[in-house]
């Protein structure tokens, strides 16, 4: 079993920019990646960043340049920077870790972005 545990989301203008942070604990060892999930308003939950253990980190265009991704393996932490946050950006954001027989998630955090 792996737990996660979000913090940082809130609300901000068009332009701004929020750090979310994710905190592992139970069976890490047995995590491969880690990242980040959003889910809009009527909207599939769809990727935001992804980084494998080796470093690797994956990012869909619609984010690519304004967010990034931290993970600090001696923490069991993960974070992500957003920034030239826009309306489009709203959502509830969850942690996601990957293990070799599931997906964890966290309960989610959500991001509002008002114009």
């Known amino acids: 079993q792996v737990r996660l545990v979000e913090s940082g989301g809130g609300s901000v203008q068009t332009g701004g920019s929020l750090r979310l942070s994710c905190a592992a604990s139970?069976?890490?060892?047995?995590?491969?990646?880690m990242g980040w999930y959003r889910q809009g308003p009527g909207k599939q939950r769809d990727l935001v960043a992804v980084m494998t253990n080796g470093g690797k980190i994956t990012l869909p265009d619609s984010v690519k340049g304004r967010f990034t991704s931290f993970r600090d393996r001696a923490k069991n932490t993960v974070s992500l920077q957003m920034n030239s946050l826009q309306p489009t950006d709203t959502a509830v954001y969850y942690c996601?870790?990957?293990?070799?027989?599931?997906?964890?998630w966290g309960q989610g955090t959500e991001v509002t972005v008002s114009s």
């Open positions: 996601n870790a990957l293990t070799s027989f599931q997906d964890y």
């Open positions: 139970g069976a890490i060892s047995s995590i491969h990646a």
